[in-house]
């Protein structure tokens, strides 16, 4: 779980540094598997890189193969909507607590935005779910 006052970021950052160790796979290996740079992943273990869902993605295809059957875009708007309608909230006030555009929400509820890891902050800060749990379920 993110504590309270770490970042979604550094959370993911640690998350991948704490998966490839386990599995023995060394900065350079992932950035091949992966076709990022070797600094990226270092910088993305070090919670300095605000990632995509589509770069989770990548990753944990490679880190968590049983994890990453289920799109993370998928797990994000099941969620988001899930989320917003027990609070018996329309997007329009969604997107007004988080933050963001009333598009903005309607494209996370469809799927089709790659959204970054502090727009996700902003939305599980908004409905008062943790960020993880809105990636994770």
């Not at 998350?15 to 091949?32: G, N, V, W």
């Not at 989770?56 to 059957?69: C, G, I, K, N, T």
């Amino acid at each position: 779980m993110v504590k309270s006052k770490e970042s979604l970021l550094v959370f993911y950052g640690m998350r991948l540094r704490e998966l490839r160790a386990a599995q023995d796979i060394s900065q350079i290996k992932l950035a091949e598997l992966t076709g990022f740079l070797r600094q990226y992943v270092s910088q993305a273990e070090s919670g300095k890189v605000n990632l995509s869902v589509d770069t989770l993605e990548r990753f944990f295809e490679h880190l968590l193969p049983d994890v990453a059957s289920v799109p993370i875009r998928l797990r994000l708007s099941n969620n988001v909507r899930s989320a917003r309608a027990s609070l018996e909230w329309s997007q329009e006030h969604l997107a007004g607590m988080a933050g963001v555009s009333l598009g903005y929400v309607g494209s996370v509820e469809r799927g089709v935005v790659n959204a970054s890891l502090s727009k996700i902050e902003a939305l599980a800060g908004a409905l008062k779910v943790e960020a993880q749990w809105l990636l994770e379920g």
